[in-house]
């Protein structure tokens, strides 16, 4: 089976897919009479025609590497952001499009203090956390449509560690 | 000084100030093959005319009880929402508006795994993290004006566990 080599997440090597919403250099602006740095803005955010930003909860079980990866999918209307709500280690996989298909795979592993957001459209696998508690805000598009594509691959492929 | 004493939050009691976002009771969907539970849409996000929802971190330092408050604050034109990215604890003073001024106000202290959203207008204290890291994901009003209101009070108050 094919493998892919999970590699550390940073914004330069995560810029194709979206963005990686961290705490790093400099802040923007700092607030509360010096108490707090804000780094402001970080995200592409795009919900598309018709649709609203929203705030959701995912919890999902964790899974292990290496992790067998048979689906991609994309959300054609929407960016979809993911901020854990622990400091616990998680995956995550993504893949260029080629032709309305996802291409060659990419897996990331986010450091504590790391969120991502995802642009509209990008392939990826769905959330994998790697350990307890699983939790995550998610802020994506609310719409009326079912905003995903699914895709499943003809060969599997493994992320490892 | 006067004294107020910090409450666990709960949806109920903090529903005149905004929206407990927690993964509690059942989910409204479970997605990915039952890995993964959906809380969905659960905060009453208002950006605003001319705004735009943004993702930025806030990274504050952390305080400590009994914490002494003598300023609140309101953005009159957006909704604030707080999402905890480390299971740490951390404070939240809020207070009703009477006549433009902040009343009476309230502390609570949430839970591993709660955020919280502000309602527009909502006064409130500045970011208080009880423990390192301080690390925050602000969902909040991207706009052109400053969308910010301070009131210091004649009496300042301590905020006990």
């Known amino acids: 089976m094919r493998e892919v080599r999970a590699e550390p997440l940073t914004a330069a090597a995560f810029a194709p897919f979206g963005d990686v919403l ?3 250099g400099h802040p923007d602006k700092v607030i509360n009479a ?12 795009d919900f598309g025609p018709g649709g609203r930003a929203g705030i959701s909860l995912f919890r999902a ?3 292990s590497l290496p ?31 080629e032709s309305g298909r ?3 795979p990419r897996a990331f592993l986010p450091a504590e203090g790391q969120a991502i957001n995802l642009h509209r459209g990008v392939w990826h696998g769905v959330l994998t956390p790697l350990a307890d508690p699983g939790l995550f805000a ?20 493994v992320v490892t560690s």
Chains 1, 2 share one sequence.
């Open 102 to 104: 996802p291409a060659a």
């Open 138 to 157: 998610v802020i994506d598009r609310i719409g009326g449509t079912p905003n995903i594509e699914e895709h499943f691959l003809d060969a599997p492929f």
């Open 61 to 63: 079980r964790p899974r």
């Open 67 to 97: 992790y067998e990866c048979a689906m991609l999918e994309r959300h054609p209307e929407g960016s979809q952001a993911f901020v854990p709500m622990a400091q616990m280690p998680w995956l995550v996989i993504v893949a260029p499009d």
């Open 34 to 45: 010096g108490w707090c740095d804000r780094f402001h803005d970080r995200a592409r955010l």
């Open 22 to 24: 961290e705490a790093a």
